[in-house]
């Protein structure tokens, strides 16, 4: 019996901890999506390896080759990547 | 004891073997959204022969009356099955050379049941694929909205004023935004970058006629 209360402490954080989509896929995703537009919208990048959110659909994007973006949607509703 | 021992071992596998089959994005994905690559397998029939070979895609091509890019030649077909020697023969060539042998069998195999189904979309039925694809985020799908809408103001701007020559200057603004939705999408939704391929020379047929532009827009 204490054995399978054991059991059951480890398996429930266990379970707890590998529910769902950890934290680091979707910053991975979010990172994907802002190379993305920022390549679509013609700035130089290569890749975002950090990224640091101001508000909503407002991140700081931080490049490989060292530019850093703000992407936001303006008052038009256009993305717009603006160099730092 | 023991059975409490082996519970835990067989938990353990389990989580184990569930974290094994999270897919992760290869960094070959992340490098290459910077470089605009593009499979040569995705291109339109007019970025080079051996995509302009294939058959379904003339076939359909035909059936939305653009027909740009000419048909597969029917003489290469016939020089290559009167070149063809009986089975037997050939299946000697093949061991004997196989890169050379392989051209001419790319031609008779049957495209992919899927290029068949996939029917040519136009202006409204990609917004809608690119905006339902999970493909792409938020923000690239909005920028590529916006680029879309510009694009399509440019072919407005030049229709009202009636000029039919310089529809023609539109033509490497559309290409280069194809190749970029098919950049974007190539890796995570390939049958869709496949469908948008065989639907470009449809799309710009619509596009570059101004009684079908009015017509969608």
């Known amino acids: ?84 | 004891m023991m059975p409490a021992v082996r519970t835990i071992g067989i938990v353990f596998f389990a989580l184990a073997a569930g974290c094994a089959g999270v897919k992760e994005a290869p960094p070959s994905v992340m490098a290459q959204t910077g470089l605009l690559m593009v499979d040569p397998s995705l291109l339109g029939p007019n970025q080079g022969g051996a995509v302009a070979a294939e058959p379904s895609r003339s076939e359909v091509k035909e059936e939305a009356a653009v027909a740009l890019a000419p048909p597969p030649p029917p003489s290469k077909s016939r020089s290559a099955a009167k070149a063809a020697p009986p089975p037997a023969k050939a299946t000697v060539k093949v061991s004997a050379s196989a890169p050379s042998i392989e051209q001419p069998r790319k031609n008779e195999d049957p495209p992919p049941v899927a290029k068949k189904l996939e029917p040519p979309l136009d202006v409204a039925a990609l917004k809608a694929r690119l905006r339902d694809t999970n493909a792409i985020g938020v923000f690239t799908k909005l920028a590529l909205k916006n680029q879309v809408d510009d694009l399509l103001q440019q072919f407005r701007a030049l229709h009202r004023s009636g000029q039919k020559t310089s529809v023609a200057s539109l033509r490497q603004p559309y290409d280069m935004l194809v190749l970029k939705v098919l950049a974007l999408v190539q890796d995570s939704d390939p049958s869709l970058a496949r469908t948008i391929s065989g639907s470009r020379e449809a799309i710009w047929g619509i596009l570059a006629d101004p009684e079908k532009f009015n017509s969608v827009a």
């Open chain 1, 1 to 84: 019996m204490i054995t399978r209360a054991r059991a059951s402490a480890l398996i429930f954080p266990l379970a707890t901890l590998f529910a769902g989509p950890s934290p680091a896929a979707e910053d991975a995703a979010l990172l994907k999506d802002l190379t993305s537009v920022i390549m679509l919208l013609g700035k130089p990048c290569g890749q975002v390896v950090s990224a640091k959110r101001q508000a909503e659909n407002d991140h700081i994007a931080s490049c490989k080759n060292g530019n850093r973006y703000r992407v936001f949607v303006n008052a038009e509703g256009r993305a717009v990547a603006q160099k730092l």
